[in-house]
């Protein structure tokens, strides 16, 4: 299957700092792609939708100021948690279509931990 | 909101067959079941997916009833690495994927 690799796995920050997280799809051309967030013992939420030279498209409840998205290329898109407080410590995973590739199935990254101190 | 029912948690034995179930009631004509399952700390995996036809790969079978009101996700022979939460999805082409709980899955030796 389709190739999604995120970077880092496992971040801790200050509270206050920000955090960039990196989600690549390493064999294939993704013009959205798709981040969750799963807190302990609870299913994956959807935060946003992340469009190739475009501007993100965001879940209801999600600040889209506190969760910068960038897609800047077909293969990289980026998460930013700015002003980091402890309750952002989350998984946060994200996710891609390879639209050429049967009928629509997605691929997930690794995920990112981060722990906000 | 999911539009799928899965139980909360199931056990198998390992080497037994695991059959998961998933009521998806409302499923419309254009929409695909697809199941996942999330190893602890791990990104979900996709296993299968399907409309009509029950389908096959080297991970699973599924099994949709004749009207695609619920389906089942088989496992042929569970090993202890088949230990995950696993999540049956109703979705069409363009649309979000939307997880439920799922089902928390525990191979037993």
């Known amino acids: 299957g389709a190739v999604v690799s995120q970077h880092p796995s496992r971040v801790i920050c200050k509270s206050g700092t920000s955090v960039k997280i990196e989600c690549r799809s390493l064999?294939?051309?993704?013009?959205?792609m798709f981040w969750y967030r799963q807190f302990p013992k609870q299913s994956l939420m959807l935060m946003a939708t992340?469009?190739?030279?475009?501007?993100?498209?965001?879940e209801q409840g999600v600040e889209k100021d506190k969760f910068l998205i960038n897609h800047a290329s077909l293969t990289l898109s980026t998460l930013t948690v700015t002003s980091a407080h402890p309750e952002d410590s989350s998984f946060y995973i994200c996710?891609?279509?390879?639209?050429?590739?049967?009928?629509?199935?997605?691929?997930f990254g690794e995920g990112s931990r981060l722990t906000v101190l | 909101d999911a539009k799928t029912t899965q139980p909360t948690s199931m056990d198998c034995a390992e080497g037994r067959a695991a059959n998961l179930p998933c009521n998806h009631s409302?499923?419309?004509?254009?929409?695909?079941v697809y199941w996942y399952r999330q190893i602890h700390s791990q990104g979900p995996q996709y296993i299968i997916h399907g409309l009509k036809n029950n389908e096959t790969n080297e991970m699973a079978s599924l099994i949709i009833t004749e009207d695609r009101k619920s389906s089942t996700l088989i496992l042929p022979h569970a090993t202890l690495r088949d230990t995950a939460v696993y999540y049956c999805?109703?979705?069409?082409?363009?649309?979000?994927?939307?997880f439920g709980p799922g089902t928390r899955l525990s191979v037993l030796p």
């Open positions: 992340s469009n190739e030279g475009s501007k993100a498209t965001y």
């Open positions: 064999d294939f051309q993704a013009t959205t």
């Open positions: 409302t499923i419309s004509g254009n929409e695909y």
């Open positions: 996710s891609a279509n390879p639209g050429s590739v049967g009928s629509g199935e997605l691929f």
């Open positions: 999805i109703v979705r069409d082409y363009g649309q979000n994927f939307v």
